[in-house]
C-alpha cells in the first residue's frame, strides 16, 4: 500500500489564502477571488509536487491584495514559502501614487526580478501568470477590446510588452506544459489585440 500523500502545509496554505481573500471578486469576473489562486496551484501541481511551491502558489496574492504581510506568510508557513510569495508581490505603491500613474515602473521592476529569480520563483509565477492569460483569452474572444477597461493600463500594447517580456523571463521553463500553453496564449490573444 503506498503512503498517503503528505498536504498538510498545503492544504493549511489554501485555507489561509480562503480566508484572506474571503468576500473578494476576481476583477471583472463576478466569481470569488480565490478561483485563480486555487487555478495557480492546479497549474504549478502540473510542474512539481513540492508542497511548499504548491503553498506559495495558493498564496501569491495575499501579500499583494490582502492586509497579510510577508511576516504573518513566514510565521506560518516558513521562510522558503514567505520568499516565494514575496518574490510573485508588486512593490507596495507609496502614498499619493496612483496604479495606473506607476504602472509601466512596476511591472519592469517585477519583470527585472524575474529574470535573474531562481526557478522555484519561476514554477509559482508561471502558474498566476498562466492563470491570468487564460482568462485574458476567454475574455478577448468573449469581449474584445472592452477587456482592457478592467484594467489600470488600458493599452493593449503595454500589456503585449508585460507579457511578451513574461515569456521572455519564464523561457527557462520551455519543458513544461505550462509555458508552452502559457507563450501560445501570448501571441494568440497579443496577435489578435494589436493587429501584429
Not at 526557478?119 to 482592457?148: F, Q
Not at 508585460?162 to 501570448?186: C, G, H, I, M, W
Request: charged share 30%.
Amino acid at each position: 500500500m503506498n503512503n498517503p500523500l503528505n498536504t498538510e502545509l498545503l492544504d493549511r496554505a489554501i485555507l489561509f489564502a480562503v480566508k484572506a481573500h474571503a468576500g473578494t471578486e476576481r476583477r471583472g469576473k463576478g466569481f470569488p477571488y480565490i478561483i485563480h489562486p486555487l487555478e495557480a496551484v492546479e497549474i504549478v501541481a502540473t510542474i512539481t509536487t513540492d508542497q511548499e511551491l504548491l503553498a506559495a502558489a495558493a498564496l501569491h496574492d495575499v501579500i499583494e491584495d490582502t492586509d497579510c504581510t510577508v511576516d504573518e506568510i513566514r510565521a506560518e508557513f516558513g521562510d522558503r514559502v514567505a520568499r516565494l510569495v514575496a518574490n510573485e508581490s508588486d512593490a507596495p505603491i507609496a502614498e499619493g501614487e496612483n496604479e495606473a500613474d506607476t504602472w509601466r515602473a512596476r511591472k519592469q521592476a517585477a519583470l527585472d526580478r524575474l529574470r535573474n529569480a531562481d526557478r522555484d520563483t519561476k514554477i509559482v509565477t508561471i502558474g498566476d501568470k498562466l492563470s491570468n492569460m487564460r482568462a485574458m483569452a476567454r475574455d478577448y474572444d468573449e469581449i474584445g477590446d472592452k477587456l482592457w477597461n478592467r484594467f489600470h493600463e488600458t493599452d493593449p500594447k503595454a500589456h503585449a510588452w508585460r507579457y511578451r517580456a513574461l515569456s521572455q523571463a519564464l523561457s527557462s521553463l520551455n519543458d513544461t506544459a505550462a509555458y508552452k500553453e502559457f507563450d501560445r496564449l501570448v501571441e494568440e490573444v497579443f496577435t489578435k489585440a494589436c493587429k501584429g
